[in-house]
């Protein structure tokens, strides 16, 4: 027994050697702890990849964007207490881009990690390191930044191989010069909101990669004031090149108690790629909350049963609602609607294929 206790003695202290000798490799393995996505500022949110042990440097991390997912490798460094989906938190101000994440342990001595991105991400990576602050009670922190419109040029580019692949998705804004739409109880035209929503989702899809046309980009309209409806919504459909992919027509939703509410999306009967289309776009619409789902319908609208390739017909919300007429006015949410456009166009190609 003594023997034993003499010869772990020794064992220990040849231990204690070893690790003095070969550095931290052995006695500070390096392990994630947490990981935790929020926004910096209004442009741009953190990840933060939080680890304890031997220190990484910058030669450690690789990282590349393919289908909406943001991909970094960790050499050197275990899941530890992060694996799958535990240890990781994602913010309210960053959920808007990061959908989900994802981390596992990698071949050989690393961690995977996967960031799977709402929207179309058009702006800059940067990857820094920062230690420890004992201050703030942090430990030392893989950082990755994404920006929107990053300034310098020392943000790598993260739009390259992003979803679009040059898809041609026409969007017609709703009604236009002679013909307002519906007009809502304080006198926001359903014209004005389908046009300002179509633009800032034209943005955002074409930052994504996606040939945009729209059928108008101001208060016009497309055929001429006074024609026919069929003849102005044929004009519509006219402006679609024969290759087009998608066709999204942006609407506001009416009625004469002003109690109506919701989120309607349309496709026509029996189209099978455009009522996957319309459910998508409900989805994403939805997912802004607060909006009752009224449903995917099948409908004959004009623009759906002309249109030779897959169509929907959205209701954004109903404008003669006052609490919706309020949201459809208001800037922040028609960006946030066209983001949710832009969305189900992601998913409807990233999903399943273009079929
Ligand atoms: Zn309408």
């Known amino acids: 027994m003594i023997l034993l206790k003499r010869l772990l ?19 500070k393995s390096t392990e994630l702890t947490q990981i935790n996505a929020f926004d910096v500022d209004k442009e741009t949110v953190r990840i933060e990849i939080s680890y304890n042990g031997a220190p990484l440097d910058l030669g450690d991390i690789t990282t590349d964007i393919k289908n909406g997912v943001l991909n970094v490798a960790i050499k050197n460094a275990m899941p530890g207490r992060v694996n799958r989906l535990s240890g990781i938190r994602i913010q309210a101000g960053a959920q808007d881009l ?35 602050d004992s201050s703030e009670k942090k430990s030392d922190r893989i950082v990755l930044d994404m920006k929107m419109n990053p300034a310098q040029d020392d943000w790598a580019t993260l739009n390259g191989d992003f979803h679009g692949d040059g ?6 804004p709703g009604h236009g010069g002679s013909d307002t739409g519906a007009v809502g109880p304080t006198g926001v035209t359903e014209k004005a909101v389908s046009l300002a929503v179509s633009l800032k989702a034209q943005k955002l899809l074409n ?5 945009v046309i ?7 309209d497309v055929a001429a004031p006074g024609v026919p409806d069929a003849t102005e919504l044929q004009a519509r459909v006219d402006k679609s090149p024969p290759n087009t992919d998608i066709f999204i027509s942006v609407h506001c ?7 109506a509410h919701g989120v309607e999306t349309y496709h026509a009967p029996g189209a099978v790629k455009g009522a996957r289309l319309a459910r998508l776009l409900n989805e994403e619409l939805l997912r802004l909350g607060g909006l009752e789902n009224r449903g995917t319908k099948p409908a004959r609208f004009y623009v759906m049963t002309h249109s030779k390739c897959p169509a929907s017909l959205i209701e954004l919300g109903f404008i003669t609602n006052p609490r919706e007429e309020k949201l459809l006015a208001s ?25």
Do not use: W
């Open 9 to 27: 003695t020794c064992f220990t202290l040849i231990l204690i050697l070893t690790c003095a000798a070969t550095g931290n490799a052995f006695a």
């Open 98 to 132: 990061v959908e989900k994440i994802f981390a596992g342990k990698e071949k050989n001595y690393g961690t995977s990690i996967q960031i799977y991105l709402y929207s179309t991400f058009n702006g800059g990576l940067k990857v820094s390191l920062e230690p420890a």
């Open 167 to 172: 898809k041609i998705i026409v969007l017609d």
């Open 207 to 211: 930052a994504a990669g996606y040939n």
């Open 214 to 220: 729209m059928t108008r980009t101001t208060d016009i």
């Open 253 to 259: 939703n009416a009625f004469s108690n002003t109690h």
């Open 331 to 355: 800037e922040d949410y028609q960006q946030k609607l066209a983001q949710a456009i832009t969305n189900a166009v992601n998913r409807y190609f990233n999903q399943g294929g273009s079929d």
